[in-house]
């Protein structure tokens, strides 16, 4: 989008903003003439923002073995569905339970003085990932999966909706910085500073933050007495951005 402002000076200044990432903003003013013949300064500065994440998401394993395929496959059905009905008791609807990967393998076995490796039983794993938007919850969520059957934990991850409106207070703080550096080099070179010429921020998007990863396989989850303690962190947002300022010479 392209725009121009008349100033007192009767400059017109052609302002270009473009999104080139998620959530990266790229702006240039530039005033009159080539960059290169302006004399300029270029400062860099950050800004940090914190956001409470309100939704978060676990994977939840359901592994079992048996002699055949389809057995193991039958009764991973049976304790996948035991599963599912149980996080659906807790208010999670079907939308927020979903499959994320579903695998059967054959289990080797290795005879000790040598020889070919037979097929000794198989294993077969269905992955359900299950979202929320009440954090508070997540601990209930991981016992009630375990208790219903469920054997691993892969992940569980925290992450905000949206961080518009902190990620703007973050850019905010990263040009105050900028500035407050750029006037520091104006007025350690002997001029002051000018007009803004060229700004541009770049900030990589918040990933979901896994809080932690379990690989062992949890048993005699329903004896717990006490249940499965989850206190999510807050994530930062971090902008940088780099700026450039017309320099103004003393005058002698």
Same mark, same amino acid.
């Given at each position: 989008?392209?725009?121009?402002?008349?100033?007192?000076?009767?400059?017109?200044?052609?302002?270009?903003?473009?999104?080139?990432?998620?959530?990266?903003?790229?702006?240039?003013?530039?005033?009159?003439?080539?960059?290169?013949?302006?004399?300029?300064?270029?400062?860099?500065?950050?800004?940090?923002?914190? #956001?409470?994440?309100?939704?978060?998401? $676990?994977?939840?394993?359901?592994?079992?073995?048996?002699?055949?395929?389809?057995?193991?496959?039958?009764?991973?059905?049976?304790?996948?569905?035991?599963?599912?009905?149980?996080?659906?008791?807790?208010?999670?609807?079907?939308?927020?339970?979903?499959?994320?990967?579903?695998?059967?393998?054959?289990?080797?076995?290795?005879?000790?003085?040598?020889?070919?490796?037979?097929?000794?039983?198989?294993?077969?794993?269905?992955?359900?990932?299950?979202?929320?938007?009440?954090?508070?919850? #997540?601990?209930?969520?991981?016992?009630?999966?375990?208790?219903?059957?469920?054997?691993?934990?892969?992940?569980?991850?925290?992450?905000?909706?949206? $961080?518009?409106?902190?990620?703007?207070?973050?850019?905010?703080?990263?040009?105050?910085?900028?500035?407050?550096?750029?006037?520091?080099?104006?007025?350690?070179?002997?001029?002051?500073?000018?007009?803004?010429?060229?700004?541009?921020?770049?900030?990589?998007?918040?990933?979901?933050?896994?809080?932690?990863?379990?690989?062992?396989?949890?048993?005699?989850?329903?004896?717990?007495?006490?249940?499965?303690?989850?206190?999510?962190?807050?994530?930062?947002?971090?902008?940088?951005?780099?700026?450039?300022?017309?320099?103004?010479?003393?005058?002698?």
């Amino acid at each position: 989008m392209k725009g121009c402002i008349q100033f007192s000076r009767n400059a017109c200044v052609a302002a270009l903003i473009s999104v080139s990432a998620p959530l990266a903003l790229h702006a240039q003013v530039s005033a009159g003439g080539p960059l290169s013949a302006v004399p300029s300064l270029v400062a860099s500065g950050q800004g940090e923002a914190k #956001v409470n994440p309100d939704r978060a998401s $676990i994977l939840v394993n359901v592994q079992t073995r048996a002699l055949t395929a389809a057995a193991a496959g039958a009764d991973n059905a049976q304790r996948t569905k035991a599963v599912l009905d149980a996080l659906a008791k807790l208010g999670l609807p079907k939308e927020q339970l979903s499959t994320e990967g579903y695998s059967v393998y054959p289990e080797m076995a290795y005879d000790k003085n040598g020889g070919t490796p037979r097929v000794a039983g198989y294993v077969v794993t269905n992955t359900v990932k299950a979202e929320t938007r009440r954090p508070a919850e #997540v601990g209930t969520m991981v016992d009630a999966a375990l208790s219903a059957g469920a054997n691993m934990i892969n992940s569980l991850s925290f992450y905000a909706s949206s $961080i518009e409106e902190p990620r703007r207070q973050a850019i905010s703080l990263a040009v105050a910085n900028a500035r407050a550096d750029a006037e520091a080099m104006a007025r350690a070179a002997g001029g002051s500073l000018g007009d803004l010429i060229e700004l541009t921020t770049q900030g990589a998007t918040v990933p979901p933050r896994p809080m932690y990863e379990l690989s062992a396989m949890r048993k005699g989850v329903a004896a717990m007495a006490e249940p499965t303690p989850v206190n999510p962190e807050q994530q930062t947002i971090n902008v940088f951005v780099v700026s450039r300022w017309r320099f103004i010479p003393a005058a002698h």
